[in-house]
């Protein structure tokens, strides 16, 4: 069965304690693999798209790798405004079928 | 302000009833998407309209039903509505046909549906 696992659910660094989150699948014909902040109250934002193993982006403190079997979003030295959940979502098959994972919550505290 | 706007910004009806949430796309777009957010299961892709024709289907029920008019922006109607249909519904919008275009696409703000 296609799915898309992050882990962890939730998160607590310290200012300027730089982590990694993870986001794992099991899809077949993976099309694309997306990031997106989302805020309370408010939409996911678009951060990154990666397409292939071995890709990485780049956005401030953010940084998005792949492997054929995840994806991390490195967060350097982060600040308290980088609190936020993060998605994970994948694009996959050949009728596009696409999965969100459910989230790492991300709490940065001064 | 992302583009894409959504109203209401929230609802609260009881259960058996009919609504209608409405989308407006970020100008330019043609593609616009529904998603329903809860606690549970994250977020899930019910519908994918491209200039007024339904391009995709994700998980939406049959009591549910959305269309995109030639103005583009589209309606998704929720009827006998239950409990479990107590969620956030998003609305994104992007200028490609295809699913999740290369640079994302943009979500609005959401319709939070409260059914007691």
């Known amino acids: 069965e296609d799915q898309v696992t992050q882990s962890p659910e939730a998160l607590r660094l310290q200012e300027g304690e730089s982590s990694s989150l993870n986001c794992s699948y099991t899809?077949?014909?993976?099309?694309?693999l997306f990031w997106y902040r989302q805020d309370p109250g408010k939409g996911p934002e678009f951060l990154f798209t990666l397409y292939s193993a071995g890709e990485e982006k780049e956005k401030e403190r953010l940084k998005a790798t792949l492997t054929k079997k995840e994806s991390f979003l490195h967060i350097t030295a982060p600040k308290p405004e980088d609190s936020a959940t993060y998605l994970c979502a994948v694009q996959a098959g050949t009728g596009n079928q696409f999965y969100f994972g459910t989230g790492t919550s991300l709490t940065v505290i001064p | 302000d992302s583009g894409v706007t959504q109203t209401p910004k929230h609802l609260i009806t009881a259960t058996g009833q009919r609504v209608t949430l409405r989308c407006s796309p970020r100008s330019g777009d043609l593609s616009v998407y529904w998603y329903q957010q809860s606690l549970d299961q994250g977020l899930q892709f019910l519908i994918q309209y491209y200039n007024g024709e339904e391009r995709a289907k994700g998980n939406i029920l049959e009591r549910f039903s959305a269309q995109q008019f030639p103005d583009l922006h589209s309606e998704l109607n929720l009827s006998s509505l239950e409990l479990g249909d107590s969620a956030l519904y998003f609305c994104a919008s992007s200028a490609s046909p295809g699913h999740m275009a290369n640079y994302g696409y943009t979500f609005g703000s959401g319709t939070r549906l409260t059914v007691v």
């Open positions: 899809v077949s014909g993976l099309r694309g």
